[in-house]
């Protein structure tokens, strides 16, 4: 590889990320996704997070600073990403179906007013799409991060974040940007 191949990639990263700085669609969907899971945290709700391989990483890690810390010393926030207990994933993948893993414990554990967060960078991986319908029939507010089409998750996301790449690793760096600002306004919003 070489240093030009290197400077591409970085530069495949920031062109992404360029779209976003303006783009005042998704400068207001963060505006008002931030507004939902302010109220559903304050009214006693909980988030939780899904994706697969990648998108798992960038799952546990965004639950995380709303359940452990973001900037500030405050109060645990309940959220949890759905592939963290391995002996749930293992038995309800060997037992039903590795497309059911989410969509079951969205059904078990998800109430009226929680939200629940898929990454999925294509928008059509079967878990995430199946967790997002079992979301919609109880209540739960979903939010989508996708590439740029959305796949199927556009129309079943209340909140969509389309990053426009097709490029799956380039889709990521910008998930996490946009989550990483989620999470900062939620916790400024919560702990001001
Ligand atoms: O992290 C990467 C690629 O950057 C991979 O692990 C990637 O997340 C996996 O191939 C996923 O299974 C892709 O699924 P999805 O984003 O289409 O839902
Ligand atoms: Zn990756």
Known sequence: MTNNQISGLIQASIAVKQQLLT??????????????????F????????????????????????FSGRFYKNR???????LHCNTSYLTAVANDYSYDVIYARLVEGTANNGDVLVGFSTS????????????????????VGFTGAT??????????????????????????????????QLVEANLFP
């Open 23 to 40: 783009d005042e669609t998704v400068h207001q969907t963060i505006i008002t996704c931030v507004e939902a899971i302010t109220k559903c």
């Open 42 to 65: 304050q009214l006693g709700g909980k988030v939780l997070f899904c994706g697969n391989g990648g998108s798992a990483a960038d799952a546990q890690h965004l639950a995380a600073e």
């Open 150 to 183: 959305g796949g199927a998750m556009k129309e079943l996301s209340d909140y969509l974040f389309n990053v426009p790449s097709t490029d799956t690793p380039r889709i990521q760096e910008s998930h996490i940007l946009i989550g990483h600002i989620i999470c």
């Open 75 to 81: 109060k645990a926030l309940p959220a949890e990403a």
């Open 123 to 142: 928008g059509n991986s079967t878990n995430i799409i199946k967790a997002m319908e079992a979301a919609r029939n109880q209540g739960v507010i979903t």
